[in-house]
């Protein structure tokens, strides 16, 4: 297996499906477990850290996820590897960064990842396109039965599962969802949401790393209490509470946008159309920003039936008439939000840079990624 | 602004009074609006609740007293000094050796929550499991209620009581 066959295309989780899928891009359940008998990571030896990946490497792969498992070293990994597994979220920044013995077991449909390592020895994943946190709870929850057949985890009675920070013990679990809140931001009430969430005790990061959300209005929340409550309440809430009221306050501001501030609106995907096609030098920062516009932009023509001056031309943009009888096979052709979602990640440094077979600097990368922006826009004309 | 009477402390509580359609006011600290009779005590403890958010925890030597305060987890060797250093435990044990000093951290991170109610691993024995059942009944009952679910919360009720006596 090598990281071009990931390379090249998006995961399952980020191709635009699933319920809600216009608001809520994906979501997201993490588990976090320990190893009874042995000392967290901070206090292991290189060893013991072997030893633990050795265990856990081997009931891992053995899984049966009705998909190709395969494994990766993070340690051996190049800086560019690993920085693509962060893109991807196959691993995160803190496993790429980290010290000694460590590795990822990957689901080849990339719905599931598992580091072993990490802050925790154990730290697994389930991903999934739209709003669908029950499933992905049902399937990590089963994994992780399979698992404990196997081998014991820390844990007490009192304090649950045991991590080797204290804010993640009890159920260890981390859900997220993936929201695009364009409209939002559009509409000037992006930090009611953001103080929602805070009340609520959810923390709020962009979906890229740190600080993206500003440019991609892609945000990632989740919950950050994980003892005294079950997991099927925290997943209940989100279910039931937060993402219903998310998406009516998301669908609200694209209402108004619609309705009463179309030039506003208007304005914001023409620009993102003119320079996406035409700009010869677009920074990863840029490419997040008018992305989400035009991602927006189709998705008032798909959800809203929406038909702006510039969602006009957004559709002839795509090859499309408003006039096409069915509207099934309409939006299987032309510019689709599994297109853009292409181009969201495909445009990220590291992916132009795997993709591309070797190192770049900033000024190509920019180059590279208006090249394949401006070919994918224009090819689907 | 100081307090008019003192003149010493911050006016804190600000009494606008209209008598005969004559407007005064008076700015007053706590302390001598209590001794006006005009502050209840009430109001002292929601400053003292403010201040207790923003101090810094008891420090080591306070909760476990000067020789404690080095004190290591036998099986791992690890010091309250490097949790704070690196906000990361040094093994399992560690929770049982530095509860005194974890229990409040714990609970602020959790929302004043200090014990688990969600999954049981299928290998804990019998009578833990019991304990943590009954948690976990009652969280699927507050679940139901939420729900509106009253058909659901009867019947977990029965199993609580049935469970607990």
């Not at chain 1, 920003?289 to 969602?311: C, Q, W």
């Not at chain 1, 408003?322 to 992916?351: C, E, V």
Request: with cysteine; glycine share 4%.
């Amino acid at each position: 297996m090598k990281l071009t066959d990931l390379s090249n295309d998006i995961n399952e989780w980020f191709s635009g499906s699933g319920p809600l899928s216009d608001i809520v891009v994906s979501s997201r359940i993490r588990l976090a477990r320990n190893l009874a008998g042995y000392k967290f990571l901070s206090r292991c030896s290189t060893a013991e850290k072997s030893e633990i990946l050795a265990k856990l490497k081997d009931i891992l792969m053995s899984l049966d996820l009705s998909d190709k498992i395969f494994y990766i070293s993070v340690d051996k990994a190049s800086d560019l590897n690993r920085d693509f597994l962060v893109e991807r979220h196959l691993i995160s920044r803190h496993h790429a960064a980290g010290h000694g013995p460590r590795g990822v077991v990957i689901a080849r449909r990339e719905f599931f990842t598992a580091m072993i390592n990490e802050e925790d020895h154990l730290r697994m994943q389930v991903l999934k396109p739209g709003s669908q946190l029950s499933k992905c709870y049902e399937q990590i929850n089963h994994i992780d039965d399979v698992i404990e057949q196997k081998i014991s985890f820390a844990y007490s009675p009192r304090f649950g599962y045991l991590t080797a920070c204290p804010t993640n013990i009890g159920t260890a679990i981390r859900c997220s969802v993936m929201l695009h809140l364009p409209a939002l931001k559009m509409t000037g009430q992006i930090d009611k949401f953001l103080h929602a969430a805070k009340d609520m005790s959810l923390a709020v990061r962009g979906l890229f790393g740190e600080g993206t959300e500003a440019a991609s209005d892609l945000y990632q929340l989740s919950n950050q209490v994980t003892l005294g409550v079950s997991e099927e309440t925290i997943v209940w809430e989100f279910e039931k509470n937060i993402i219903p009221e998310i998406v009516e306050y998301e669908n609200a501001a694209r209402k108004e946008l619609l309705s009463k501030q179309v030039d506003i609106l208007d304005d914001k995907i023409s620009r993102a159309i003119a320079l996406l096609q035409n700009a010869h030098l677009i920074s990863s920062q840029e490419a997040l920003f008018l992305l989400s516009h035009l991602r927006l932009g189709v998705n008032l023509y798909e959800r809203m039936g929406a038909a702006t001056p510039a969602i006009k031309r957004l559709r002839q943009l795509t090859g499309l008439r408003q006039n096409q009888s069915s509207s099934s096979t309409d939006k299987d052709k032309g510019l689709s939000i599994a297109t853009i979602n292409r181009l969201f990640m495909l445009t990220l440094p590291a992916h132009l840079q795997i993709n591309y077979g070797k190192q770049l600097d900033p000024t190509h990368r920019d180059v590279l990624r208006a090249q394949i922006i401006r070919s994918a826009l224009n090819q689907e004309t | 602004m100081l307090c008019q009477i003192c003149n010493k402390k911050t006016a804190t509580i600000h009494l606008t009074e209209i008598t005969d359609g004559l407007r005064s006011e008076m700015h007053l600290c706590e302390h001598c609006a209590i001794e006006q009779g005009i502050a209840a005590k009430s109001q002292v403890s929601i400053n003292e609740l403010l201040s207790s958010l923003l101090a810094v925890q008891p420090s080591d030597e306070e909760l476990l007293g000067p020789s404690e305060q080095k004190m290591r987890c036998p099986l791992c060797g690890f010091t309250l000094d490097q949790f704070r250093k690196e906000t990361v435990l040094g093994c399992p044990n560690d929770y049982e050796h530095f509860e005194k000093v974890l229990l409040p951290l714990i609970e602020r991170a959790h929302n004043g929550k200090t014990s688990h109610c969600g999954k049981i691993p299928s290998k804990t024995p019998q009578k833990t499991k019991k304990q943590i059942k009954l948690v976990k009944l009652r969280q699927k009952l507050d679940t139901a209620v939420r729900a509106e679910d009253y058909e659901s919360a009867a019947r977990l009720r029965d199993e609580i009581n049935q469970l607990d006596s």
